[in-house]
């Protein structure tokens, strides 16, 4: 039961232009979304979050908008540079202290 | 200050081996959590420590798999009588008692490979 879910395994971007990753969630109790960011044999490397009290938090060129009544969360980045190709996780935090992941997007940003 | 260090960063181990996993947290955090990625796969959560305590062990398998959190030392997460199923990365994150569970920093993780 997949309750957090990213469909779209890679993006392709081109450096400068917006970058838009996408995520879906099922469970109406999760309270809390974060992004996370991860490099081939590294940890994941938080990013960005956003409480269900709000709709949207900004941070530099990172912009997590939240809509709970559709259940949907993305994540823009602008401009998007080549160092931000990575995979990019979005995970919810239930009633529980455990976070739950989706399955990841692979964005590429070529030059 | 440092991250949350992991050793080994990589264990080869054969088939029916025991495999510890060692996670030290952020200092000054008290929470630990424990996370499996598989090939092409999401982080799944395994498991919440605080000091000398097990919160939450929902995703752990019933059996072969322990953790625990002393109160002097790191976290271990053990495995018992490895098998090809369980080669995955394992990472472990850390959290400070205000902020619990809402960022939790990782460490770089334990790629473990059963033969």
């Known amino acids: 039961d997949q309750q957090v879910k990213q469909n779209s395994p890679s993006l392709s971007v081109q450096e400068g232009r917006i970058s838009i990753l996408n995520c879906d969630y099922t469970?109406?109790?999760?309270?809390?979304f974060l992004w996370y960011k991860k490099y081939p044999a590294e940890g994941p490397t938080f990013l960005i979050s956003?409480?269900?009290?709000?709709d949207k938090n900004e941070d530099g060129r990172f912009t997590v908008f939240l809509n709970k009544s559709a259940k949907h969360l993305s994540l823009h980045i602008v401009p998007s540079q080549p160092g931000d190709s990575a995979v990019y996780f979005c995970?919810?935090?239930?009633?529980?202290?455990?976070?739950?992941f989706g399955t990841g997007t692979r964005l590429q940003v070529f030059p | 200050n440092a991250g949350v260090m992991q050793n080994p960063r990589h264990l080869v181990r054969r088939r029916g081996q025991e495999a510890r996993l060692r996670c030290s947290p952020m200092?000054?955090?008290?929470?630990v959590y424990w996370y499996r990625q598989l090939p092409e796969e999401g982080l799944k959560f395994m498991v919440y420590?605080?000091?000398?305590?097990?919160?939450?062990e929902s995703g752990m398998p019933k059996e072969r798999f322990s953790a625990e959190f002393p109160k002097e030392g790191p976290s271990i997460l053990r495995i018992q009588q490895v098998v090809r199923g369980d080669s995955a990365a394992y990472f472990c994150?850390?959290?400070?008692?205000?902020?619990?569970?809402?960022?939790?920093?990782f460490g770089p993780g334990t790629r473990l490979t059963v033969t």
């Open positions: 994150a850390s959290s400070p008692f205000f902020q619990r569970g809402y960022e939790q920093y």
């Open positions: 469970n109406s109790m999760f309270d809390y």
């Open positions: 956003i409480s269900s009290i709000k």
């Open positions: 995970a919810a935090r239930g009633n529980t202290d455990k976070l739950i």
């Open positions: 200092k000054g955090h008290s929470h």
């Open positions: 420590l605080q000091k000398e305590n097990i919160i939450d």
